[in-house]
């Protein structure tokens, strides 16, 4: 069974709008980690977050901000203000202890800003 | 510099013979790991080693091997490519206890 679920396969939107891309997971560990990575055109898989299941504190880093909500199961991730270079596949990954924190991706969301 | 670092980062070989894709990261880092990324199916973990001489089958281990006798190096090995193997693979190193995946900037496999 998929453990995280991006729902959105594809977005496209208009450069200076707001885009959220949504996760959403499941696991039964007390104690796990939520990443966002972004995936480029050029390829390489670029870090973005880390959250671990204890620190429900939202963050935001820039443009970029992320909402963890334990109720609902998600880690959302928004972009405000997009811009041409955000254009990408961004993935949202799991990390549980019982699987040897092993990195459970999901399928992965590719946002198109257009300009 | 902080770095993973995979080799070759093309190959188009035939289906039989067998190939190394090795995996080198410089950040003494314990946990290092393989995946593949295929269209539609995002990116699946192969085989993750939790230290030196311990490794562990992924999601999708079948018709790889890998070893680990230095915590620098972790190569993925295919004894026997066949074409369902063309595919992206990127090697990972981190410290571990879900710390971030530090990938290195993948290899493209072409299995004819």
């Known amino acids: 069974a998929q453990k995280v679920t991006q729902a959105q396969t594809e977005i496209s939107v208009v450069e200076k709008e707001d885009v959220t891309l949504d996760c959403v997971y499941e696991t039964r560990d007390t104690t796990y980690y939520l990443f966002w990575y972004k995936q480029p055109p050029s390829g390489e898989l670029v870090f973005l977050i880390r959250r671990n299941s204890f620190d429900e504190q939202n963050e935001i880093s820039g443009r970029y901000s992320w909402n963890f909500q334990k109720s609902t199961s998600s880690f959302n991730f928004t972009i405000t203000a997009s811009q041409v270079v955000d254009s990408a596949v961004y993935f949202c990954a799991l990390s549980e202890g019982n699987s040897g924190y092993a990195l459970n991706f999901g399928k992965g969301t590719s946002l198109l800003v257009t300009p | 510099e902080a770095q993973v670092t995979q080799n070759p980062r093309y190959l188009i070989t035939v289906t039989g013979k067998k190939l190394t894709v090795t995996c080198s990261q410089n950040m003494n880092h314990e946990y290092m790991s393989w995946y593949r990324q295929d269209p539609g199916l995002g990116l699946r973990q192969i085989y993750y080693s939790m230290n030196v001489e311990v490794t562990d089958k992924g999601d999708v281990p079948e018709g790889y091997k890998v070893s680990r006798k230095e915590k620098r190096n972790f190569p993925l090995i295919l004894e026997s490519p066949s074409p369902n193997q063309t595919s992206l693979y990127f090697c990972?190193?981190?410290?571990?206890?879900?710390?971030?995946?530090?990938f290195g900037d993948g290899t493209r496999l072409s299995i004819l």
């Open positions: 990972a190193s981190s410290l571990p206890q879900g710390k971030p995946q530090h």
